[in-house]
């Protein structure tokens, strides 16, 4: 199935900002080509280390070495994409933007309304003629519209597709006797997590806590409730609160961690988890730093529901608005979008592929069919919906209503009290 249009769907963030500030920027970050030096330009990005930052830098490397009309800067924004878009906002509002930068799919919308911009097609048209058909060539229509912003204008091309799936730890699964054939449903997780907390001296599981509500959705939706609907936070009704108090459960007795981010993560990484919910995109993290052997499995539905697991990952947008910079900003778009860098996109993340012709590299294609872990986010992409679109200008802070909301359930809140009340104060905060 086709990934489906309501996939644009983005998060909103805070009130008030002033576009005015945006249309005096010398939107680079950089400073345009001299006649004896490249375009400098700046290339804003939220991978860490353990998420793709080193091929980041590889890539960059890579390309300023291979020509010297345009150099690349690569800057690290801490936060993921929530603090990207929170530092690109504090820059705007002074004038200064970088070249080109990466936003997550759920604030594509906040984006398009709130920055300047300048849309790919616009730039080949004016300054790359010669890669009139690129975006035709490179994507599929129901993949490039992820860039897309809701009144069907461009906004940036698709780069990143991430699904959340869940890494095992076979030699604690093997230890504790859990079939991971058996793993099909969220009880079925949560009954393996009890059988390795009670026989082993490992937890049983680990749903990764970022700063963000995506793995809480993929759970809340897998089991028949909705984040959003008709434009209003819907997560309170019997399913969504049947959801978090499975989860308070979990931690309560024993089988899963409330953990910070990077505590979750490390533990999974040291050998001390069975199972982590995460992002596809912690493959490379995992393959090369866990001492044990890593597989990893879809991420269920709760029994008798269906699966649900929303979109991650982002488009790139330029956001240069000087010719000589919108134009360099175009050319390293199009290296990074080269099937070789793709390919290397691919393996150094675990991001699914963006672009059409991203198999002609024989290494992704050995890697989508015979990697232990890649392939568990290939198995349900017709189930993908949108990472929940709160409407209006307050999307972060519903957001952050949300990741409080997480964190008071598994201290042990009363669940019934705490998920309407926080359904109540995001709508109306949205209204």
Known sequence: MKLKKWLLSGLTLLTGLSLAACGNSSGGGGESASSDGPVEIEYWYPNADTQG??????????????????????????????????????????????ALVQIGW???????????????QEIIDNLSSEDSSFITDKFEENIYSL???????????????SVPVIYLNMDILNEAGVNKDDLKTWEDIREAA??????????????????DNWNIQSMVESNGSQMLKDGKAAFADDK?????????DMVEEGSAIH???????????SGNIGMWHQTIAQRTNVMNNANFEA????????????????????MLVVTAQDDDQQLAAWKFMKFLYEPDNIAAW?????????????????????????????PAAYANLENLVPWAPFPGNSGMQAEQMLIDLKDRVLGGADVDTEVQKTQDEINQLIK
């Open 147 to 161: 860039a897309t912003a809701n009144d069907d204008s461009q906004v940036g091309l698709p780069y990143s597709l």
């Open 295 to 314: 597989v990893a499995i879809p991420s269920p539905a709760f029994e008798g529901e269906e699966i649900n697991k929303p979109a991650g990952g982002s």
């Open 53 to 98: 930052g080193q091929t980041v830098t590889e890539l960059i490397n890579e390309f300023n070495e291979s020509q010297d009309e345009v150099h690349v800067t690569g800057v690290f924004q801490s936060g993921m994409y929530q603090g990207l878009m929170q530092n690109l906002q504090t820059n705007a509002a002074a004038g200064q933007v970088p």
């Open 346 to 374: 691919t393996k150094g993340t675990g991001y699914v592929p963006p672009t059409k012709d991203a198999s002609d590299n024989e290494e992704l294609q050995a890697l989508i069919k015979d990697d232990k872990i890649f």
């Open 194 to 211: 009890q059988t390795i907390s009670e026989k082993t001296d490992h937890t049983g599981l680990y749903i990764q806590e970022a700063e």
């Open 259 to 269: 953990a910070s981010g990077e505590d979750g993560q490390q533990a999974f990484i």
């Open 106 to 120: 759920s604030y594509r919308e906040y984006f398009a309304n709130n920055f300047e911009y300048s849309q790919p």
């Open 240 to 248: 969504g609160k049947e959801t978090y108090q499975f989860y308070q």
